[in-house]
């Protein structure tokens, strides 16, 4: 079953604030989960990359962003020698959620994604890009890094076995999401059939 259509079905299509009464403004997605019958801790991560990409949703990316950052963090307080910057942790997150979010590679600004540019009237096949994508590797993850802060190549190359594990980290939290929500869509199956 598609993502969308899983996460319509439970409602799970933005993330919902409340109205800001009492001072308890969000109602965490653990919240929204065990309403519909998920009850699961450990995968918000994964829901929130899932609403985001599948609906856009900026509430979602920003949640999202700031687990992105807490894991980092605690990567960077468990495994790295000396200090690093807030900013490169802050840009590390930024491009890992981006590849995460996009994983086909960045979308071609000459042909916007179509993969075809116009020439002498005709259409040809974009020479910057494959099939309207810049796919992922170690230059375009650089030159994504790049724009949230400016290093050198040779200095980013100790970074990028972070971008690498907060990438997986995110996309294994997206595959439990998507088992949780299957599975429990699955169950609701089998109970339909045995009242019927
Ligand atoms: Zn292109």
Redesign the pocket.
Known sequence: MQIEKLLAKFGLTAVRYGDGTGGKGLLSLDEQLAAVGITWHQSNAGFLLLIAQCNNDKRALNDLMHLVYQMAAQLFADHWRGFCPKQAVTALCVTAVAIALHEQGRQ?D??HGT?K?KRYRKQVK?Q??VD?YIPWDKYSIYSAFNEQLPITFDAFESYRPYVDTLVEWIANERTTAFLAMEERMQLEIAEARLVA
Do not use: E, I, L, R
């Open positions: 071609c000459a042909c993969g540019v974009c910057n890009c309207g």
